[in-house]
């Protein structure tokens, strides 16, 4: 077997990025991807997500790669959440300090960028080929083509295939591979709010924009076009406002003008999209091993997240990133070390943010709305302000750091009930300024030593 | 389509039973399963529990479809666990009441005599047939045989399948399905104790053996030739006492001898066997919803559960009880509602077993060696003969009746709470006999009220 003949299955973001990780490495490189090449055939990614919103752990990911400058024209910062109530008022809350941001950015040519820089490197992407069967005792890969179907041996393969990953269907009938895909009650539905008449961004481009509902929501992400991509989050069924309730126009009119009025009226093509598009569902994976002989699960393959903390795609980049650090470490001979290494350190991080993605629901749905969780983020920042190695909020560890997630889930958890305690003073809207803040930090310091 | 066509997958003892009640009903009903027919090929079943406990569900079903008196003859009575020390003493804590047992059965006869009354009532078995794919859209199923593949229409299908089953699989495809598969760091290894040379039962045949031993366990149970079929349960790997330090006969002996040393001596081919046979995989599975179109998951095919409370077999045939009493109710032309009401009535017991399943475990490989746990299944029984309504032991609710496991589970965990009380006296192993048991009753029947 050939220690460096690589094989990716997937031509996706996290594919294409690992393909530039091993061709820097001097390895050879083959990437399979069932879908035709979109170059040549343009094809509609019904039911997949466009916007992404690219921070910390991808930019990191991308500088290593030396392509940070060739994404920066493709994205476009989000200093913050621009909340807007059923009035159409808004309120701005920040992702972070001065200059943190998120960046919109769209997934298509992005995801051409990354797979031409892999092809300029020398990896070979196969497209139209889709893996029907891996056969781990012979690391034999079985593809389905337009000329027919045919196995090709492969010594080493990684997994970018996605939330749908052939690779792990085939991990998945190997003896103690545990697995676990969970559905949420919400689907999704992407509607746009165009450019202006005069060719202007209708609302402010530079955050990301939330119609929190409670139980719903309507987000709206910039893109260089000036248009937004916008996305309805509600339940399937069994709510007042769901999509199953909603059948003509009259109902859709009825729910936007009654709790989206403002973007509503930015929103010309709304009922043509609404029946259009298709409504998406949500699905969270976690399983373990992620390693088989001499094959590898990564990114969404092995723990696909929901998308309410936007690191679906900066976690699957941070795995490219971790990986090609055992590489670099173990060199290109030890494949079960660097795979074994990879798994243990991985997994309990990729557990931590597919849980903070799905409490993060919560927050982007209802609590955004609510003066008292507003006031808490002032007073966390406050925190950050003053003291900022001591305090540094959940959402600023997760998003512009690279602190394991799993430590930032715990620091974020201690965080959380110390937060509790102060918010809990019934006088706190007019005293959150008078706090003593040295006092914060120093129950926090205790906790962290327990 | 034909509502009155119904496709079994599956011709094991859920599928088999399911059968013979649909014959029951009337309907037409085909039967494929991937195995070959053991009647004509007689084939090794490595990695298959070979004993089962029959109990109190698994007995209602069978007496409804007239096979009670047929399966008798095959089972032998356990009334209690007979619990080995190290030392080679034993303890013996029945089950339930006087005469209240669980049936010690072989899968092989068993199986053979259910699928030879669903081909006597009329069903038709195709052996080595399996199912590749299910086309819910077209419920249309793919089959591949020996002569090659092919496609058939199935109006109606049943996925009595088992724990890998087909039909899931194809079912974990679509859109919202809801998937867990566990294994345990536990495996087993099947082995004999044989008949002594004179032909009799080496050990009470009337009782189930436990060697409890904390993190590990050996049970054995009687078969009716004479012999005991005894099942190992070790951690894979990571304990002192695990599969992967088992790697010769002296490491074999020296846990033998010193763990289980009264089992050893009446077992003659332990060495062959042990390294003969195969170490299995212990599976738990969970999935939801278990209908799509007019297919549905039956057994262990919806709901696989790890051996250690003895219900694998009986919830699956309480399963085809519940789905045929559903069919009497609404007739043979309203699959929909049938399947519907039965996965929504079924889904919460079956979670229940499931975990009560895994809880067990704990109880059989340590508790019972417990001098404390002895006594306290002694106060339970006391509390059950004096107030047989009012306390039934959560063993005996499972075993000894067919309240819903959810139910049976809540009620369990309100006795358990009572019980610590009443355990943390410190005198309680001096005074037991003179509890004060109507007050105890008073307390659970005010918890069960709040």
Known sequence: MKQNEITILGAGLIGSLMAIYLKRQGLDVSVYDKRPDKRKTPYYEG??????????????????????????????????????????????????????????????????LLAEEAERLGAVINFEHKCVDVDF?????????????????????????????????????????NYKQEYISHGYKELTIPATSKGEFAMDPNALHIWPRGKFMLIALPNP?????????????????????????????SVFKHYFDDAYQLMPNLKEEYFKNPTAALINIEC?????????????????MVPFYGQGMNCGFEDCYILNSYLDKFGHNSWDLVFEKFQKQRKP?????????????????????????????????????????????????????????AEA????????????????????????????????INIMETAKAV
Chains 1, 2 share one sequence.
């Open 47 to 112: 039911g997949r997500s466009i916007n992404m919103a690219l921070s910390h752990r991808g930019w990191k990911s991308l500088e290593q790669v030396g392509l940070k400058d060739k994404v920066l024209p493709l994205a476009i910062p989000m200093y913050g959440r621009k909340v807007h109530d059923e009035h159409g008022g808004t309120t701005f809350i920040p992702y972070g300090k001065n200059k943190q941001a998120i960046y919109s950015i769209s997934r298509g040519k992005f995801n051409q």
């Open 137 to 177: 005792s012979n690391q034999e890969i079985t593809f389905e083509t337009k000329e027919g179907i045919y196995k090709k041996e492969a010594p080493v393969i990684i997994g970018a295939d996605g939330a749908y990953s052939s690779l792990r269907m085939a991990m998945q009938k190997q003896i103690r591979f």
């Open 225 to 253: 076009d000036k248009s937004f991509t916008c996305t309805l989050f509600l339940p399937f069924e069994g709510s007042k406002v769901c999509f199953e309730k909603i059948n003509d126009d009259s109902d859709l009119e």
């Open 288 to 304: 373990y091993p992620w390693v088989q002989g001499h094959s590898i699960l990564l990114g969404d393959a092995s723990h696909a």
């Open 349 to 405: 991080d990729t557990d931590a943010i597919c849980q903070l993605a799905m409490e993060n629901f919560v927050e982007m749905r209802d609590s955004v709305a609510d003066p008292k969780f507003i006031l808490r983020k002032k007073i966390e920042a406050k925190l950050h302000d003053l003291y900022p190695n001591d305090w540094i909020p959940l959402y600023s560890m997760v998003t512009f750091s690279d602190m394991g997630y």
């Open 409 to 440: 889930y715990a620091q974020g958890k201690l965080q959380e009930a110390v937060m509790d305690k102060v918010m809990a003073d019934p006088l706190i809207t007019e005293n959150w300024d008078k706090l003593d803040y040295e006092e914060i």
